[in-house]
């Protein structure tokens, strides 16, 4: 069996929500205190209570801090989440560090390792970011999938001054998640929860089907008047190989556009089709032409028809069924020239996520094709 994370975002994320989260689902505190004992970070202590919030029980993850240093470099940091002995939490927080200094350098034109990340520089990041690499360890999860983030509007204030919300440096760090709009203003999902999301690959593709084996709820230090201030985490396990009945929609079309079809295919990805692609045909009286294919879920399959007909203007779809074995997969994130680049493995070969590739290659100017190769051949820093 295979370990699987669900986490749903149900009024934001924040490090801390998520991992208290984890802790509320079995993740156990003593494992996660002892991985933060190995940073060799004085002058704290971590509790993660239950609390009552709207009816709902969850727990709310607190750092209670009795040394001065409120801020350090990310340099620091990044050193310090080196040293936990388990080397898989060690690489899992270091990601998220690093990523978080990657995109603060940027913004302030520093370099990432001496970049002082003042709110970010604290006890708190530090404890979330190893506690959370520690819990899912524990949890012997190995995929993490994230329903889309809601992102709040109005600002934040910063020791650089009042931001728009989300907060620039939140904005980087979500390029590739799925965002949903709400009504909640404020920030709604924090650096660290951004960074943790990265580091740990998560997916925000369609969930894939596990036997629920357990829920955790995680408490925000924000009160909101109408609706617990909660993160989700759901907890299951899946087969090895999962099994499938799909639908394959498909329709013939010979005076469509190249750029229509790239773009229909990029819509029906996002209508929930689990993949989409395109077949060059000869169509009758010898037109050159293309077979537009969609694969759904049997409940997603007359919406995603409808998308293909609406923008197609196509007369007709095939429907048929069909069985898909997948096989199962995790995510790691190594790094290319200081920037993170996500790699998918299954039991049988593994390869780095082109959008990840594409940035690094377009930052520094190396072939993708280097890029690719890079990131491939080793989990160390290239």
């Given amino acids: 069996m295979s370990k699987v994370c669900l986490i749903s975002p149900f009024t934001g994320l924040a490090g801390d929500m998520l991992l208290a989260a984890l802790v509320d689902a079995g993740a156990p505190p003593a494992a996660i205190r002892a991985a933060v004992a190995d940073?060799?970070?004085?002058?704290?202590?971590?509790?993660?209570?239950?609390v009552l919030t709207h009816g709902l029980?969850?727990?709310?993850?607190?750092?209670?801090?009795?040394?001065?240093?409120?801020?350090?470099?990310?340099?620091?940091?990044?050193?310090?989440?080196?040293?936990?002995?388990?080397?898989?939490?060690?690489?899992?927080?270091?990601?998220?560090?690093?990523?978080?200094?990657e995109v603060e350098g940027r913004l302030h034109g520093e370099d990432p390792?001496?970049?002082?990340?003042?709110?970010?520089?604290?006890?708190?990041?530090?404890?979330?970011?190893?506690?959370?690499?520690?819990?899912?360890?524990?949890?012997?999860?190995?995929?993490?999938?994230?329903?889309?983030?809601?992102?709040?509007?109005?600002?934040?204030?910063?020791a650089h001054g009042v931001l728009p919300c989300p907060a620039p440096a939140t904005s980087a760090l979500l390029r590739g998640a799925k965002v949903v709009g709400t009504t909640l203003s404020g920030e709604t999902v924090t650096p660290t929860a951004a960074a943790l999301l990265l580091a740990i690959g998560a997916d925000y593709g369609p969930v894939p089907e596990m036997r629920l084996a357990a829920t955790g709820y995680g408490v925000g230090t924000r009160t909101l008047p109408d609706r617990p201030n909660v993160a989700v985490v759901r907890l299951g396990?899946?087969?090895?190989?999962?099994?499938?009945?799909?639908?394959?929609?498909?329709?013939?079309?010979?005076?469509?556009?190249?750029?229509?079809?790239?773009?229909?295919?990029?819509?029906?990805?996002?209508?929930?089709?689990?993949?989409?692609?395109?077949?060059?045909?000869?169509?009758?009286?010898?037109?050159?032409?293309?077979?537009?294919?969609?694969?759904?879920?049997?409940?997603?399959?007359?919406?995603?028809?409808?998308?293909?007909?609406?923008?197609?203007?196509?007369?007709?779809?095939?429907?048929?069924?069909?069985?898909?074995?997948?096989?199962?997969?995790?995510?790691?994130?190594?790094?290319?020239?200081?920037?993170?680049?996500?790699?998918?493995?299954?039991?049988?070969?593994?390869?780095?996520?082109y959008d990840d590739a594409v940035a690094v290659a377009r930052r520094t100017g190396l072939p993708l094709r280097t890029v690719l190769a890079l990131a491939a051949e080793s989990p160390e820093e290239h």
Avoid: F, Y
């Fill in 39 to 50: 940073t060799g970070l004085t002058g704290w202590d971590l509790t993660v209570d239950p």
């Fill in 57 to 101: 029980t969850g727990r709310r993850a607190v750092v209670s801090v009795s040394d001065d240093a409120t801020s350090r470099k990310a340099g620091e940091l990044i050193a310090m989440a080196s040293r936990v002995r388990e080397r898989e939490v060690a690489d899992t927080a270091v990601a998220a560090l690093r990523a978080i200094a």
């Fill in 113 to 158: 390792d001496q970049v002082h990340l003042h709110e970010l520089g604290g006890h708190d990041t530090l404890v979330d970011v190893v506690g959370v690499a520690a819990a899912l360890h524990a949890l012997d999860v190995r995929a993490v999938h994230c329903e889309a983030l809601p992102i709040g509007a109005g600002s934040v204030r910063t």
């Fill in 237 to 353: 396990d899946r087969e090895a190989a999962q099994v499938r009945d799909l639908v394959v929609l498909e329709t013939n079309l010979d005076d469509v556009t190249g750029e229509v079809l790239g773009h229909v295919v990029a819509l029906l990805l996002d209508s929930g089709a689990l993949d989409s692609w395109i077949t060059p045909a000869t169509m009758k009286k010898g037109r050159p032409g293309h077979v537009l294919h969609a694969l759904a879920t049997p409940e997603s399959a007359d919406g995603i028809e409808r998308r293909m007909l609406v923008e197609t203007g196509s007369l007709g779809v095939r429907r048929t069924g069909v069985r898909r074995t997948a096989l199962p997969r995790t995510t790691d994130t190594v790094h290319v020239h200081g920037m993170p680049v996500r790699r998918k493995h299954g039991p049988h070969h593994g390869k780095p996520e």
